[in-house]
């Protein structure tokens, strides 16, 4: 398990021409901790998330500095930040099995006790026992049903043993009885590995249960809110 | 193609490396030919050739070139064969999707699309020459038809046939035939574009029916959508040549016949003459599309006050019928042309007016098979290669477009189009004086050179857009895994394009596999394809001997795009989620 980081925003803000897409934002996330970030449909969330794991594409341009554990990152490339990120939709590769999916993602070392080949496979299995999903290693992704191809996407981030975790609305697709239970698998795992979570929602009932701190993203044109 | 254009970077740093180089190389792959080739043909045509003894600048070629016998009918073929096929095609193309897109049945429309954009031009052209000859299946059937109503017609095969009539009707229609499913395609990519389902529904929620609501509201937003490979079409119809040779006329024949019967003249001198032609026929193409530009603006000017007219139109029935007997009648042929050359490549004797032959033997197959081993190894071996070769340099584009964080512009694709809008004759004479100083004529480089400028811009389409289409959130969430750019290419993009890989490959194999003026012209004689045997054998060949060619020329494309569908459907039998 990765040890406890925090990951620091300074100054950080997404242009796309000469203009931002939100105020300047200074934040910070401990570890263990679920910091949310609330804000309309196009403020700029995703976009956020992006420049933090280093997706950010297109026009948009990245400001400011990004922190884990007290390094800047904003110069790497995203395979390199030890970010790790869950989308609103599971983002399952449909041409590897569920078990191939959790191995694309996790570390290799080879000739460490943990690392090797079938060190690998036992760690990929335990981890689906660990979500009630024991004996789905080899089945096609597509014949899961939705709440289980979130929790293996899921398991799918966190065995890359990432150093933060962004959560971008990962819960909107799900109904709602799912919903709440699928919320909680996220968190006690986020919590569990000492992670700095940043979640971004506009469900206030996503915020709540996450328990952390609130930001809300100001847009550009007003000030932002203390 | 992605090069060129302005690069956007973003905040990661751009992991390019030689990737960067591909786009490069790609453009100097099809385009340096293309120039050089154009200048080549050029020089000669001023009196410049110093392998013939050309060197002093003179307007000879064009003089002997203006006094050639039947210049002006060439010419006048040309055209009206040309912009009519275009635009028969365009508008049976048209008024198929304006009646099916969208419907239950327009799914056999893009099922038979593959198959029917895989027969090569000589085979189809072989086909539907069967078809329309005096002793062809067409008058057998009416002969027979006639029997049953208790007439006597046709007895004996009639002395005239719609075959090589000097009007050039037949190539009109072997046109149509060819061309028509192409444009179907290439509106089907265009619709996807320009998301044509949500318009109609709105303007039929006004009030409109079918066809008027595709007509005012649909088309306008389709057809810059298609107008470079309808341009393409244009310029293929107006300089076609294989086709020509089996369908068209002889006396006079179109121009481009008449420019390659100057180029393989035993008379070297007229290789100057030739030259000048082959400007004269690029001139044509130039002109004629430019001329098809201006009436497309005037149509545009013209009918805008209709679009806004408020006419609802009526139910459209005659419009949604000649779509469908429209294309019924282009998939028959082309499918009634196909079976009758298997049919003639298994007879033993045929007689007319018999509408089936009396005895059928393999005898020509173990003849023809025989005979046509080292063509179809050639064949086989060129499509691979250059497929091969050209599907590798579109993956590395797209790819270089991804990391660079680019996107392509319309002029990248008028670029891609080039070597489809500049006639084959007008540059390949070029290529080849170039091939010769470089001592590199013959050769299978050469070849399969020859080969890739037409096969690169047809597999780059293809694949872009299936490769721009992939959500690009999958290659992110690798990435964020710590996968590294190049695994991501391998392992998630690779293998879920793996379909639409194949698909092109397939094409390109299509593609290569009818190439026929490449062939003679970089082949310089040393290599045989099958389709240089087929066109060799229609004139005056024995139709069992061209049933063969034929049905083997049109065979492996055929295997390439049933390879195409059943491996990738193999490899993910278990994955239902693989597109």
Redo the contacts between chains.
Sequence with gaps: MSPAATLVLQDVSVRVGGRRLFQPLDLTVTAGRITTIMGPSGSGKSSLL??I??????????EGRVLLDGVPI????????????L?Q?D???????VGENLL??M?RRPGTATGGRAARRQNARNALANADLAGFFDR????LSGGQRARVAVL??LL???RALLLDEPFSKLDMELRGRFRRFVFDHAESRRLPTLLVTHDMADADSAGGPMVTLACAETKAEP | MAAPLRELRNGAPARRGWLALVPWATLAVFLGPVVLGLIGTLLPAFGILPALGGTGLTLTAWERLAAAPGLAGSLWLSVSTGVASTLLSLAIALAVLAAGYGTRPFAWVERLLAPLLAIPHAALALGLAFLLAASGWGVRLLHGLGGLAGADVFALPPLHAPLQDPDGIALTLGLVVKETPFLVLMGLAGLGQVNAARSLAAARALGYGRMTAWAKVVLPQLYPQIRLPLYAVLAFSLSVVDMALILGPGTPPPLAVQVLRWFNDPDLSLRFVASAGACLQLALVVGLIGLWRLAEMAAARLLRPWLTSGRRGTSGVLGRTAGVLGWAAVAGTSAAGMLAMAVWSVARRWRFPDLLPGELTLDTWARGLALLAGPLGATVLVAALASAIAVALSLGCLEYEDRAGIRPSTRALWLLYTPLLVPQIAFLFGIQVLLVLLRLDGTLAALVWSHLLFVLPYVFLTLSDPWRALDRRYARAALCLGVRPRTVFWRVKLPMLLRPILFAAAVGIAVSVAQYLPTLFAGAGRYATLTTEAVGQAAGGDRRTIGVAAVAQMAVPLLGFALALALPALAFRRRRGVA
Excluded: Q
Excluded at chain 1, 53 to 62: E, I, K, M, S, V
Excluded at chain 1, 74 to 85: A, D, S, T
């Design positions: 992006a420049l794991c280093g997706t950010l594409a297109g026009p948009l341009r990245p904003g110069h790497l490339p995203p395979e390199r930040r030890g970010v790790g990120i989308f939709d983002l399952l590769f449909p041409h590897l099995s694309f993602g570390p096609d992704p597509a014949t799918r981030t890359a043993e990432p």
